[in-house]
T-cell receptor, first 111, second 115 residues
Framework: DAKTTQPPSMDCAEGRAANLPCNHS???????VYWYRQIHSQGPQYIIHGLKNNETNEMASLIITEDRKSSTLILPHATLRDTAVYYCIVRVAGSNYKLTFGKGTLLTVNP | EAGVAQSPRYKIIEKRQSVAFWCNPI?????LYWYQQILGQGPKLLIQFQNNGVVDDSQLPKDRFSAERLKGVDSTLKIQPAKLEDSAVYLC?????????????FGPGTRLTVT
């Protein structure tokens, strides 16, 4: 699976959009981009995933660049409860569903 | 729907002792995973089951760790004997099938402290 690079930490003001970047420059054409988050003392939680097109659900939006070498997770209106570690993961489609977590980005939403 | 259940939530043991963790996945989920998460790091997959068969145990320290999933539902992870470096949170996750795209559902984890 391709390696990802994320900033170790970011801050965001409550009510503003949080934009979390992820670099995956070695991604292959058959690899998905997944985002999970982990709130303190809880297990990771799935947020969203995508292959080529931008995706949106009730939690977030995922913007994937045209060359697929980077992506951005957008939380449109961050709340204090969005404070968590956010993991960007790429994995090969069709293989056993193995998630390889990095250290992620600690997003702190400030009041 | 009920989430992934794990017990105990916390465990403190001395090195060289044994310990076991239990996981009950979401009903109907065929795939079950055990992860180890050391403080400050992301979770690392230890073992993956598809029903009651092992799909991937390449990162399981087999000299001291063992896991089973009898009847393709509940699972137990055992450490014997424990070492100081085994102090971590052990996470169990489950998913509907072993193919993507789909999501894994994680339990709250068991925090193990080895002294």
């Amino acid at each position: 699976d391709a390696k990802t690079t994320q900033p170790p930490s970011m801050d965001c003001a409550e009510g503003r959009a949080a934009n979390l970047p992820c670099n995956h420059s070695t991604i292959s054409g058959n690899e998905y981009v997944y985002w999970y988050r982990q709130i303190h003392s809880q297990g990771p939680q799935y947020i969203i995933h995508g292959l080529k097109n931008n995706e949106t659900n009730e939690m977030a939006s995922l913007i994937i660049t045209e060359d697929r070498k980077s992506s951005t997770l957008i939380l449109p209106h961050a709340t204090l409860r969005d404070t968590a570690v956010y993991y960007c993961i790429v994995r090969v489609a069709g293989s056993n569903y193995k998630l390889t977590f990095g250290k992620g980005t600690l997003l702190t939403v400030n009041p | 729907e009920a989430g992934v259940a794990q017990s105990p939530r916390y465990k403190i043991i001395e090195k060289r002792q044994s310990v076991a963790f239990w996981c009950n996945p979401i009903s109907g989920h065929a795939t079950l995973y055990w992860y180890q998460q050391i403080l400050g790091q992301g979770p690392k997959l230890l073992i993956q089951f598809q029903n009651n068969g092992v799909v991937d145990d390449s990162q399981l320290p087999k000299d001291r760790f063992s896991a089973e999933r009898l009847k393709g539902v509940d699972s137990t992870l055992k450490i014997q004997p424990a070492k100081l470096e085994d102090s971590a949170v052990y996470l169990c996750a489950s998913s509907f099938t072993g193919t993507d795209p789909y999501e894994q559902y994680f339990g709250p984890g068991t925090r193990l402290t080895v002294t």
